[in-house]
């Protein structure tokens, strides 16, 4: 489903609690765990437009709507490692904030999401992510696009993507070093401190504020070299 779908958020609701009841080896949206109303008129509504069939047991996919509740449960989980770890937001925020990107990011921004976080397998509570197209280019796993810089081995150049201060006055204290997003910096050791070079200028950082400083790891030797 995608972000111009014509369909509710009521709808592609239902089809990511069916998702989850499927997993929990449920087949109605009560076996999701979920407390959640479900409207009747949105099952109607997607029975009468073939993704979903009632059977027996409850309810069931059609090819198609297994299709766009995988792509809809893909968006949220996704959503939720790049909001949950890497930018630090609290479990109950990023998860309200993953239910309404579910409905919203499109494809292309999804596999950038996805490739940008390394292809992850899992969300943040343990559910497997449905794979993308990326993934089925990638035949092992990868290390994210952008990593902590204290991921960085010795002697590699990277160019920083962002800095994701756990205390503000970091941000001016590093402005201040030059360490600025964009700033191409080559890591030069990680003991007793951290030390990169940007430019001509090597600056010592501690290990709690490395972490703090998200990088794309570069092909070359780095600046200056």
């Given at each position: 489903?995608?972000?111009?779908?014509?369909?509710?958020?009521?709808?592609?609701?239902?089809?990511?609690?069916?998702?989850?009841?499927?997993?929990?080896?449920?087949?109605?949206?009560?076996?999701?765990?979920?407390?959640?109303?479900?409207?009747?008129?949105?099952?109607?509504?997607?029975?009468?437009?073939?993704?979903?069939?009632?059977?027996?047991g409850g309810l069931d996919f059609t090819p198609r709507g297994r299709a766009q509740a995988e792509q809809l449960v893909r968006r949220h989980r996704l959503a939720?490692?790049?909001?949950?770890?890497?930018?630090?937001?609290?479990?109950?925020?990023?998860?309200?904030?993953?239910?309404?990107?579910?409905?919203v990011i499109s494809a292309e921004v999804t596999d950038t999401i996805c490739t940008f976080l390394g292809h992850p397998r899992h969300c943040p509570h343990g559910r497997p992510i449905p794979p993308g197209r990326c993934c089925s280019l990638t035949f092992h796993t990868v290390t994210p696009l952008v990593q902590p810089l204290t991921s960085l081995h010795v002697g590699a150049s990277a160019r920083i993507t962002f800095i994701a201060p756990r205390v503000h006055r970091r941000l001016d204290r590093l402005a201040a070093l030059g360490i600025v997003p964009g700033t191409a910096v080559v890591?030069?050791?990680?003991?007793?401190?951290?030390?990169?070079?940007?430019?001509?200028?090597?600056?010592?950082?501690?290990?709690?504020?490395?972490?703090?400083?998200f990088v794309r790891e570069l092909a070359d030797a780095g600046p200056g070299e």
């Open positions: 489903m995608t972000p111009q779908s014509r369909f509710s958020s009521e709808c592609e609701n239902v089809l990511v609690l069916l998702w989850s009841a499927r997993e929990c080896g449920g087949s109605s949206l009560g076996d999701a765990g979920n407390s959640q109303r479900v409207s009747q008129a949105a099952v109607d509504e997607l029975v009468a437009d073939g993704l979903l069939v009632r059977n027996e939720e490692v790049l909001l949950q770890e890497v930018l630090e937001v609290r479990p109950k925020r990023a998860e309200l904030d993953a239910c309404l990107w579910e409905h890591l030069k050791q990680k003991s007793p401190s951290y030390v990169v070079r940007a430019d001509q200028t090597e600056v010592a950082i501690e290990e709690a504020v490395a972490r703090d400083i």
